[in-house]
């Protein structure tokens, strides 16, 4: 069945939903985008996700196309319209539409697109398997705070990795840990300390990665915010990573090197369940 999108005030079938050729998310990658995940009819940390909508098109300085109550209310009626209990809605803003130009008119008219996919979430795999990854170079622009579009980068390198057997790349730079292709990584030191990446440019501020910490937290569990190396990262006792769309993926192996065992730890899986009965009970309700 064709799903119903949003496009700049209007409900389309995805056939019909255009985007002018001379858009600036098309032509240089300047637009934001955002995910919510959606499970038993609830949004996944939605006031986190919208919080952050509003950060990067800040720093973008792209005008935030709709108000707070009226991004809520799309987000509610995108999921009914196309019948979505369990899923993620994507919603993308870019700068907007003008000649080719480096330089552009301030302000210009943001494009504002919404779509859903129908995905088990809750039905992952991984979970219970684990992933692999490789390291390799950072690559990417320095301002990885800003949850933009630019993801050619990171969609290479872990095309790069699938073909030589990986799950997903980690990407390294001076020697320490940034994030995954599309997901924050976390390390349990031998000692029992969940170990994260602190916040800075050079990662994304995961919405995902700061609700497993709050959640650690309150678990009793000792956290601590720091960079570290690959080598401390092989030498753990558990690790994994933490995205909106697949919450919390245990990973198993680094660059061929078993981390703990080799097989899904206690303390990563004690975590996710945490986290899937604390949105259950919490999540934001689709319908009204």
Same mark, same amino acid.
């Given at each position: 069945?064709?799903?119903? *999108?949003?496009?700049?005030?209007?409900?389309?079938?995805?056939?019909?939903?255009? $985007? !002018?050729?001379?858009?600036?998310?098309?032509?240089?990658?300047?637009? $934001?985008?955002?995910v919510t995940g959606v499970i038993d009819g609830k949004l996944i940390d939605?006031?986190?996700?919208?919080?952050?909508?509003?950060?990067?098109?800040?720093?973008?300085?792209?005008?935030?196309? *709709?108000?707070?109550g009226t991004l809520l209310?799309?987000?509610?009626?995108?999921?009914?319209?196309?019948g979505i209990t369990e899923g993620l809605i994507y919603l993308q803003v870019s700068r907007g539409a003008q000649d080719r130009d480096f330089l552009f008119p301030d302000p210009l008219e943001p494009t504002f697109v919404m779509f859903t996919?129908?995905?088990? $979430?809750?039905?992952?795999?991984?979970?219970?398997?684990? $992933?692999?990854?490789?390291?390799?170079?950072?690559?990417?622009?320095?301002?990885?705070?800003?949850?933009?579009?630019?993801?050619?980068? !990171? !969609?290479?390198?872990?095309?790069?990795?699938?073909r030589e057997g990986y799950d997903d790349v980690l990407f390294v730079e001076n020697g320490h840990v940034t994030e995954a292709s599309s997901a924050n990584f976390h390390i349990i030191s031998r000692e029992g300390r969940l170990i994260t990446?602190?916040?800075?440019?050079a990662l994304l501020h995961g919405i995902t990665r700061g609700s497993i910490l709050d959640l650690a937290r309150r678990a009793g569990l000792e956290t601590e915010e720091r !960079?570290?190396? *690959?080598?401390?990262?092989?030498?753990?006792?558990?690790?994994?990573i933490t995205s909106a769309t697949s919450f919390l993926i245990p990973v198993v192996s680094l660059d061929g090197t078993n981390i703990g065992d080799g097989t899904v730890g206690p303390v990563g899986r004690r975590l996710l369940d945490l986290y899937i009965k604390d949105r259950r009970e919490n999540g934001l309700p689709i319908a009204t």
């Open positions: 069945m064709s799903r119903t *999108v949003y496009l700049n005030g209007a409900w389309l079938p995805e056939a019909e939903a255009k $985007i !002018s050729v001379f858009d600036r998310g098309f032509l240089f990658a300047d637009a $934001i985008y955002e939605y006031d986190a996700h919208a919080a952050r909508l509003k950060r990067s098109l800040q720093a973008l300085g792209i005008p935030m196309p *709709v108000d707070d209310d799309l987000h509610r009626q995108i999921a009914q319209r196309n996919q129908a995905k088990r $979430i809750l039905d992952n795999p991984k979970w219970n398997k684990g $992933i692999s990854l490789k390291t390799v170079a950072e690559g990417r622009w320095s301002r990885r705070q800003i949850k933009t579009v630019q993801l050619l980068y !990171s !969609s290479f390198e872990k095309m790069e990795a699938h990446r602190d916040l800075s440019n !960079s570290f190396t *690959v080598a401390e990262a092989k030498a753990a006792a558990e690790a994994f």
